[in-house]
């Protein structure tokens, strides 16, 4: 990358390739964190969504019991994946090929968590705000409404 020739002195980058960068390159600092600044700015009134599951409203509502069952084991993944970083690790080299030292040390700056109903809405709805003041079309040019945020 360009971080780790010296082309770059600043870089943005998102979990997990922050830790690997530090750990390559000795001369990198993290600067700041844009989750820890987006929460102060915010304050605790929305999240930095940076990924979702998504399905169509169709499917939701043809195959709800297994949508259901999917998210109740998506929600314990995550505990899981929060509380146990070492064993996280691991099925992360297995699975995705990323060494399990270095998996293990991203997940606890990676900010998993899941949200559904009322919660992602009063989380994401600022966020799409923000982004829709910037620029309408981030957002698909309206702000989703309440039929976007799923609920078990």
């Known amino acids: 990358t360009k971080l780790l020739s010296g082309q770059a002195k600043i870089v ?3 979990e997990p390739f922050v830790t690997q960068a530090l750990a390559k390159c000795k001369t990198a600092k993290l600067a700041l964190n ?5 929460n102060k700015a915010a304050k605790g009134g929305s999240v930095l969504s940076m990924g ?13 019991d297994t949508l259901n069952k999917f998210l109740q084991g998506y929600q314990e993944s995550t505990k899981y994946a929060n509380a146990n970083a070492v064993q996280t690790g691991k099925l992360a080299e297995k699975y995705l090929g990323m060494p399990a030292s270095v998996a ?3 997940i606890p700056n990676c900010s998993i968590t899941y949200m559904d109903g009322k919660e992602m809405k009063e989380k994401i709805q600022p966020f799409f705000e923000i982004l829709f003041q910037q620029n309408p079309k981030s957002v698909g040019g309206k702000l989703p409404d309440d039929g976007f945020y799923y609920k078990k």
């Not at 979702?52 to 709800?64: D, G, I, N, S, T």
């Open 12 to 14: 943005v980058l998102p």
């Open 34 to 38: 844009l989750t820890d600044e987006w």
């Open 52 to 64: 979702c599951l998504a399905v169509r409203k169709a499917f939701a509502e043809q195959h709800k």
């Open 104 to 106: 293990a040390k991203t």
